[in-house]
């Protein structure tokens, strides 16, 4: 079946540093993949949406210059949270889906990455 | 707009009881259906989906059934177990576009035995 990885798993930083956050797609090609923040028991908010080859599309209200997304190749996604801060702890997941989009393919999620700057 | 609206937990259930968890939609279009399931500390994982009208998504004992007619999705287990205290999700996916995910906001539920 389709497998994520996302790495690191947990990543503790001090503030001002910037992490850098990696999803692969292990065994299919992703044209998209998608980052997610989570907040403590709360739902999971799309962040951007990241395209192969073209620069990443963001949701209302995410800072673009913060968040560095970058999908340069069919099975690599990485998230860059730039100058972090205690506020931008928090739990982010990445998914994709494969190439090519069938229709009712639910997405394959990657462990998520939970980051804690002090 | 799309959006989906989940029954607010936490659910709490001894081991062997019923479960349902219920789920509205509200979509343009024809959208594809799941529930996703998340244990702690752990990234999301699929646990059943529905892609049309009347459809009856299944895995692990859990059924949701794709209604259009009242725009629902609702989860059921007929016997839960201890092992399924997670958090469920309830999604909807427009299949035009970007194809993102509409997540609702998740409802706890915590089994006793």
């Known amino acids: 079946g389709a497998v994520v990885s996302q790495h690191p798993s947990r990543v503790i930083c001090k503030s001002g540093t910037s992490v850098k956050i990696e999803c692969r797609s292990l065994d299919f090609q992703a044209t998209t993949m998608f980052w997610y923040r989570q907040f403590p028991k709360q739902s999971l908010m799309l962040m951007a949406t990241?395209?192969?080859?073209?620069?990443?599309?963001?949701e209302q209200g995410v800072e673009k210059d913060k968040f560095l997304i970058n999908h340069a190749s069919l099975t690599l996604s990485t998230l860059t949270v730039t100058s972090a801060h205690p506020e931008d702890s928090s739990f982010y997941i990445c998914?994709?889906?494969?190439?090519?989009?069938?229709?009712?393919?639910?997405?394959?999620f990657g462990s998520g990455t939970r980051l804690t700057v002090v | 707009g799309n959006s989906v609206t989940q029954m607010e937990g936490p659910v709490t259930l001894s081991e062997e009881a019923f479960l349902t968890i219920n789920c509205t939609y509200t979509?343009?279009?024809?959208?594809?259906l799941f529930w996703y399931v998340q244990y702690p500390g752990e990234g999301l994982q699929l646990l059943l989906k529905?892609?049309?009208?009347?459809d009856k998504g299944s895995n692990k004992g859990f059924e949701a059934t794709y209604r259009k007619e009242t725009t629902s999705f609702h989860l059921e287990k007929g016997s839960v177990q201890v092992s399924d205290s997670a958090v469920y999700f309830c999604?909807?996916?427009?299949?035009?576009?970007?194809?993102?995910?509409?997540f609702g906001t998740g409802t706890r539920l915590l089994v006793s035995p």
């Open positions: 529905a892609t049309k009208a009347d």
């Open positions: 998914s994709a889906s494969p190439r090519p989009l069938t229709q009712g393919y639910g997405y394959t």
């Open positions: 979509a343009t279009g024809y959208p594809s």
């Open positions: 999604a909807l996916r427009l299949n035009t576009g970007f194809q993102k995910l509409v």
């Open positions: 990241s395209n192969e080859g073209s620069k990443a599309t963001y």
